[in-house]
């Protein structure tokens, strides 16, 4: 079998997801691509928290499976569109977040106004309109919403999140649903600060003293 060490970290992430909730049950998925120029792609329907190694499936840039006895995920076709379209994005999650599925139900966009969202997904967050799921179309409204974001609202459905990585992938998922949070509580108290588009572009600017060396 190939790729045990980023078949075992794809579940670590799912299991994650979980623990943040933001997803439930087998909802959601992952998906990593690899130095060979195919994909990993987390199984269908199969519950994380008894998935294996073996059973996360490795296909081409076609959908067709290359190694694995499992179906790959449903939103397959999606995943792979993001990967062809985007080949600095090196991981993808789908989530179910509630928070920030709320978000896209009442607003176009969570806004750049919190420095979470905007260290983890760079700038503000887009909704794209909705699609049905399983369909190459969430995957086409995400390269064509993200622009500069890690991460685009599903309305109606849900938060597909990338990066990179799969580390940066599962912080800007993450971080998301926290600002989402926040956000929803400001937005029911009253009317939002936003910050000026100069201190967004100051905030999301690299910083050498974060993270470690």
Not at 42 to 67: C, F, H, Q, W
């Amino acid at each position: 079998m190939k790729y045990e060490a980023e078949r075992n970290s794809m579940i670590q992430a799912a299991l994650t997801m979980l623990q943040y909730r933001l997803i439930a049950l087998a909802g959601g998925n992952v998906a990593l691509r690899m130095p060979c120029g195919n994909f990993l792609v987390t199984p269908s329907a199969m519950a994380y928290e008894t998935m294996k190694p073996e059973d996360i499936v490795l296909v081409d840039r076609d959908g067709n499976t290359v190694e694995g006895a499992r179906r790959p995920s449903s939103d397959m076709k999606a995943l792979l569109y993001i990967f062809n379209h985007k080949p600095e994005v090196g991981a993808v999650i789908h989530t179910h977040q509630p928070y920030a599925t709320a978000v896209g139900l009442v607003e176009d966009e969570l806004p750049g106004c919190l420095v979470t969202i905007l260290d983890a997904c760079r700038t503000a967050v887009p909704v794209a309109p909705f699609t049905i799921s399983s369909d190459e179309g969430m995957g086409k409204l995400t390269v064509e919403y993200c622009k500069d974001a890690l991460a685009v609202i599903l309305r109606n459905h849900g938060v597909i999140a990338f990066g990179g990585d799969l580390d940066e992938a599962l912080h800007s998922a993450i971080y998301l649903e926290e600002s989402a949070k926040t956000y929803l509580a400001a937005r029911s108290l009253g009317p939002i600060h936003l910050l000026t588009p100069e201190e967004i572009e100051a905030e999301s600017a690299p910083r050498d003293n974060y993270r470690q060396p």
